[in-house]
């Protein structure tokens, strides 16, 4: 087995110091984050309907197993709990900096 260099395997790492490297201006981190939450966001989705359409399958009594309905109705019910507990978590944060004294 050939051992490879941490750098090879990492190729986002940069070489350069850090007071060299550029910074992302505030508008390029907030479509950067507004994109990486759209994207979760339609994850949980398609987890949504992969689950609907697995139990409809189930119910039409078409060749699917139960335990693989089962499972991917947990995961859908997993990953959208996650998401509300996120969402409530930012809502909290957004509250407690309306209430801040300026």
């Given at each position: ?31 950067s ?50 998401t ?19």
């Open positions: 087995m050939a051992i490879q260099s941490v750098l090879n395997s990492a190729p986002n790492v940069s070489l350069l110091k850090p007071e060299t490297q550029l910074k992302p201006t505030s508008n390029e981190v907030q479509q984050f507004g994109t990486y939450l759209k994207d979760a966001i339609s994850e949980v989705n398609k987890m949504q309907v992969n689950s609907d359409m697995m139990t409809e399958k189930l119910v039409r009594g078409e060749n699917v197993e139960l335990h693989d309905v089962m499972i991917t109705a947990q995961k859908a019910t997993i990953a959208l709990n996650a509300m507990e996120m969402r409530n978590k930012v809502v909290e944060a957004y509250q407690e900096i309306i209430r801040m004294p300026v």
